[in-house]
């Protein structure tokens, strides 16, 4: 099945059900900044909760936390973001003064000296832009006052070890999980919600013994992609991309991204690094706290090694959303849908009176109300039956059931699937139990054919 997604009919879709509004729209929008309407919260909490569930529901390893955003200001000289988190910036001396990261520059001009891509003027010499939004605590802004909003959730996990470790009742190998905001002040934002200035990461540090870093950083690096895979991405759309030494992170003694096929090429779904025990160690030598694991039963201490798989909840949910569009014509007619695994959908049922009249619409919605008991679902009566189930289809409404005349007779609905598009009639009375049988069912997407 070949792809006809674009980015740009991605971004048309988000505007047009929902998902997604330009910030600030009203004032002329705020570039790279995105507001997520209805449908884009219901999504990307879905995708949220699947990956606690990974983590969480079905393990018994890991706990959550919520961290604060800002943290004591030694954090970030501790971890080295104060000195070491930066871009090479450029500007254009030419007409659009433009500033580039000039790294992504040599990427793309590998030969010969470098241009401004948007005017072809010459650029200045390259100066180190620190990444991270200052801010200021207190009345007075003064140097004592200054904090950072964080450009990853990570740390806050590492500054909770020991807390985690009194509390939680575990030991190594375990890990600690949390969603949260994080904030990167980007040279060059773009592609829609690929990257922003403000994004939502998801993230779990996963302490273990040295001698067991190696093994658990396989482990992680292959149930990562197959978390993907499970929630309906196509295989041939996912690659691990094993980093190079030179890329590696001077703490790192190995990283691994999953890549997915965008529209505008590979690109970081999510990291999955072996930090070894450079962050507990430099978090105890800043703080003066012992940030170590002590076997009660022998004795033994050690600080742990992390294995980190970090992804980004906006990121996810734009490759499922690109993953699942799709185009196709029925019955001279093109439809355009949302193939999206019956799990991440935001809306799983939407119940339909064929008209509205003969009772019909009060019927529909006394099967609504029992549905959405069971699961998030929608009642719509606007429009024709036809438009109602394309307004639905674009939604990744998975299954839609309409109240008609024969309903009123034998008490059955037509119950439809979006991605075969089969109709089969069923008792009022099985409905519930049948869609609760589906949602758990197996599930694999049309695109990978049969």
């Avoid at 929008?29 to 079905?58: C, F, P, Q």
């Avoid at 935001?346 to 009249?357: E, G, H, S, T």
């Amino acid at each position: 099945m070949a792809d006809v997604v674009t980015m740009d009919k991605i971004v048309a879709l988000c505007k047009r059900r929902g998902f997604l509004f330009q910030s600030s729209e009203i004032y002329g929008g705020l570039g790279s900044a995105y507001d997520y309407g209805h449908y884009g919260v219901l999504l990307k909490t879905n995708v949220k909760n699947e990956w606690w569930r990974a983590m969480i529901g079905e393990r018994d390893d890991i706990v959550a936390l919520d961290s604060a955003i800002i943290l004591h200001p030694k954090v970030w000289e501790a971890s080295g973001h104060l000195a070491g988190f930066s871009d090479p910036l450029v500007q254009c001396l030419g007409k659009c003064k433009r500033r580039w990261r000039a790294d992504h520059l040599r990427e793309a001009q590998p030969e010969g000296e470098l241009k401004c891509p948007e005017c072809g003027g010459d650029l200045t010499e390259p100066r180190h832009f620190n990444l991270m939004f200052r801010t200021h605590v207190g009345p007075v802004e003064d140097e004592g006052s200054e904090v950072f909003l964080r450009p990853e959730t990570a740390q806050g996990i590492f500054l909770n070890f020991k807390n985690a470790l009194q509390t939680a009742r575990k030991k190594p190998p375990f890990g600690i999980a949390q969603v949260g905001k994080s904030f990167r002040n980007e040279i060059t934002p773009g592609n829609f919600i690929f990257r922003t200035r403000e994004f939502e990461q998801m993230e779990m540090e996963f302490f273990v013994p040295p001698d067991q870093a190696q093994q658990w950083y396989e482990f992680w690096r292959g149930a990562r992609r197959d978390w993907y895979e499970q929630l309906g991405i196509r295989p041939d759309h996912l690659r691990l991309r094993e980093h190079d030494p030179d890329e590696l992170s001077h703490y790192s003694s190995g990283t691994a991204d999953v890549e997915y096929l965008f529209p505008m090429g590979w690109s970081e779904l999510e990291g999955v690094a072996n930090r070894g025990d450079f962050d507990l160690k430099q978090h105890a030598e800043h703080s003066g706290e012992k940030l170590e694991y002590v076997d009660s039963a022998t004795g033994d201490r050690y600080v742990p090694h992390v294995i980190e798989p970090a992804a980004g909840a906006d990121r996810a949910m734009l490759a499922f959303m690109v993953d699942a569009y799709d185009e196709e014509t029925v019955e001279g007619r093109e439809r355009v849908l949302l193939r999206l695994h019956p799990r991440l959908a935001p809306v799983k049922v939407a119940v339909l009176p064929l008209v509205n009249k003969d009772g019909q619409p009060e019927l529909a919605r006394r099967i609504y109300e029992e549905l959405r008991e069971l699961m998030p679902a929608e009642f719509d009566t606007g429009g024709s039956i036809g438009k109602r189930y394309r307004r639905q289809d674009e939604i990744g409404t998975p299954w839609g059931v309409t109240v008609d005349h024969q309903t009123l007779e034998d008490e059955t609905v037509t119950l439809r699937d979006r991605d075969t598009l089969d109709q089969s009639r069923i008792a009022i009375t099985e409905l519930s139990a049948e869609l609760r049988r589906r949602l758990h069912a197996d599930w694999r997407s049309p695109k990978l054919g049969a």
